[in-house]
C-alpha cells in the first residue's frame, strides 16, 4: 500500500488543480450573462428600409357639367329665398365656383334689390379673364346693361351694351338694351337707328320692331309706329307689352287726327349705321361700394 501513495498524491493534485482551473472560466462565464444579460443575444436582423408610400389618387375633377347643374340649382334657389341663395352662392364663390358662382351672386343681390351692384359685378365678370367664351361674355353684358337701367344709370347701361356689341356686333339683345338706354337719355333718334341696325340683322324680331315703334313714337312718326307695333304683335301675340304700346299710338293717332295733324316723315331704311356716343353732362358719382351688417365693404 505504502508503495503506491506517492502516485495516488500526484493523481489527487493533477485532479484537484484542473477542477480549481476550471472554476475561474466557469464564473467568469456566468458573469458575463448576468452583466450583459440581454445585450448577449444576437442582434435582430436588421429591417429593411421602408418602401415610400405611393401618392394618394388625386380626388377626380369636377365636370363642367357638375358646375352647371350647381349654377341652375343656385339660380332656382333665387327664385324661392334670395338671402339664402346669396349666402350660399358667397360660400360657394369663396370655394373656387369661378365664374359662376359670382354670376349667381350677382344675380341674388338683384333680387334683392340692388340692380346697380349686381350690374356692377356683372359687368366686371364680362371683363374677367375667366368670363368665358364670347357668347357668355355677351350674356353678362346683356344683363348688366339692363339692370343699370333698372338702377336708373342709363350712362352705364350705354357702356355695357356697347362693350358687348364690341364682341358680337349683330346682337340684337344689346341693340335693345343700348336703345332703351338713348330713350332713357332722351335720343330717340339714335335708338330708331340702333333698331334699324338690329332689324337689319334680324329682320322681323319681335322685340326690335316693337323698340322702334316705341322710338317712332316719341319722334312722332306715328304711321311708322304704327306699321311696327302691328308687325311686332303678329309676331308675337301674346307679347302684353306690346299690346300696351300698340294701345298708346293709336291714342297718339286718334289725338293727331282730331287736332288736324299729318305725318309726312318718311321711313329710315333698316340698315347698319352707328350712332354717337350720348353726352355726358356731369361726371358719373361716386357709387359707395356695399356694406354687411357689420359696415364692412363687401368682396367683389
Known sequence: ?????????????????????ARPALAQDRAGQNTLGAKTTLPAKPLSPAKPALPAKPEPMTSISDFDRKHQKCLQDIAK????????????????????????????????????????RLEKLAKAPDGGTPAMRVDFYNEAAGMWLKAGEPHRAYDAATAGLELVKSDVGLRIARAEAYGALGHWDYAETDMNSALAFHPGNAAALRERAKARLKLGKLQLAKADIEKSLSIDETSVPT????????????????????????????????VPAPRRQRPEPQRPAMTNALGLPQPR
Not at 334670395?82 to 360657394?92: F, G, S
Open 243 to 274: 299690346a300696351l304700346l300698340r294701345g298708346q299710338i293709336n291714342e297718339a293717332i286718334r289725338l293727331a287726327a282730331k287736332n288736324g295733324h299729318t305725318e309726312t316723315i318718311p321711313a329710315v331704311p333698316e340698315t347698319i349705321q352707328d
Open 1 to 21: 500500500m505504502k508503495t503506491f501513495q506517492p502516485a495516488f498524491i500526484v493523481l489527487a493534485i493533477i485532479c484537484l488543480a484542473v477542477a480549481f482551473g
Open 81 to 120: 329665398d334670395p338671402d339664402t341663395a346669396y349666402e350660399n352662392a358667397m360660400i360657394w364663390q369663396s370655394q373656387g365656383g369661378g365664374r359662376r358662382a359670382r354670376h349667381c351672386v350677382a344675380m341674388a343681390l338683384f333680387a334683392l334689390g340692388h340692380p346697380g351692384e349686381a350690374a356692377f
